[in-house]
């Protein structure tokens, strides 16, 4: 089985300050991660994913994401936030074949101006 | 392009009542998934469709929720006889399976309440 952890539930950043939204995996197969963003009501919004190949890859709205095997992590940044960025950021894996996502308990985005 | 959508968006029940919600994928998406996402927690997966064939449920999923996809298209959640304890955002995905990958699209959620 898959799991995930979000180190921190709570990140509160000025704007353009830098962030790191942090993420754990867990998992004996191999498996494809993802980071998701949900603004208040609504549903999920993908920012990126990590397939294969190279470590880092970079998704909308200026986020990027390292892909660290030995680690087992997924950390997500931004070199310079937005108030826009305000919301709430899920990390998941899914298992190489598999069909489920399975996600971390989510880290609440608060940009301060 | 229309994306994930799901009816209602929002809905208000007393406890016992049955509620039936809706979820109409992206055309032409064969597997559609319902996921639960309670205060303060990431979605959680309750079981997924590929065409109208339900393939897998969670253990979450006790006998008082029944999903269909009757024609391969859009699918219902219903859940019977509601408890405070179901109130949270469920949440439909559609995709469409490629070699390997599966990339879900998620819809903008129902909240459901039980009073």
């Given at each position: 089985?898959?799991?995930?952890?979000?180190l921190?539930?709570q990140?509160?950043?000025?704007?353009?300050?830098p962030?790191?939204l942090?993420c754990?995996y867990s998992?004996?197969?191999?498996?494809y991660?993802?980071w998701?963003?949900?603004?208040?009501n609504q549903?999920?919004?993908?920012?990126l994913?990590?397939?294969?190949?190279?470590?880092?890859v970079?998704?909308?709205?200026?986020f990027?994401a390292?892909?660290?095997?030995?680690?087992?992590?997924?950390?997500l940044?931004?070199p310079?936030?937005?108030?826009s960025?305000?919301?709430?950021?899920f990390?998941a894996?899914l298992?190489?074949?598999?069909?489920?996502l399975?996600f971390g308990?989510?880290?609440?985005?608060?940009?301060?101006? | 392009?229309t994306?994930?959508?799901q009816?209602p968006?929002?809905?208000?029940?007393?406890?016992?009542?049955?509620?039936?919600?809706?979820?109409?994928?992206?055309?032409e998406h064969?597997?559609?998934?319902?996921?639960r996402?309670t205060l303060?927690?990431?979605?959680?997966?309750?079981?997924?469709?590929?065409?109208?064939?339900q393939?897998?449920?969670s253990?979450l999923?006790s006998?008082?929720?029944?999903?269909?996809?009757?024609?391969?298209s859009?699918s219902?959640?219903e859940?019977?006889r509601?408890?405070q304890?179901?109130?949270?955002?469920y949440?439909?995905?559609?995709?469409?399976?490629r070699?390997?990958?599966?990339?879900?699209?998620?819809g903008?959620?129902?909240?459901?309440?039980?009073?």
């Amino acid at each position: 089985a898959q799991s995930v952890t979000q180190l921190d539930s709570q990140v509160p950043v000025f704007e353009e300050a830098p962030v790191e939204l942090r993420c754990n995996y867990s998992s004996s197969v191999s498996v494809y991660l993802f980071w998701y963003v949900q603004y208040p009501n609504q549903g999920l919004q993908l920012l990126l994913k990590y397939l294969s190949g190279s470590t880092l890859v970079k998704g909308i709205n200026g986020f990027e994401a390292e892909f660290n095997k030995s680690q087992t992590s997924f950390h997500l940044r931004k070199p310079s936030v937005h108030i826009s960025d305000t919301a709430e950021y899920f990390c998941a894996v899914l298992r190489e074949y598999g069909n489920k996502l399975v996600f971390g308990a989510g880290t609440i985005l608060r940009v301060k101006s | 392009d229309t994306g994930v959508s799901q009816d209602p968006r929002h809905k208000i029940t007393k406890r016992g009542q049955n509620v039936t919600f809706r979820c109409d994928p992206i055309s032409e998406h064969n597997r559609l998934y319902w996921y639960r996402q309670t205060l303060g927690q990431g979605p959680e997966f309750l079981t997924y469709f590929q065409n109208e064939a339900q393939l897998e449920k969670s253990r979450l999923l006790s006998d008082r929720f029944s999903a269909e996809r009757p024609k391969g298209s859009f699918s219902t959640l219903e859940i019977q006889r509601t408890e405070q304890g179901d109130s949270a955002m469920y949440l439909c995905a559609s995709s469409l399976v490629r070699q390997g990958f599966d990339e879900q699209y998620f819809g903008p959620g129902t909240r459901l309440t039980v009073t």
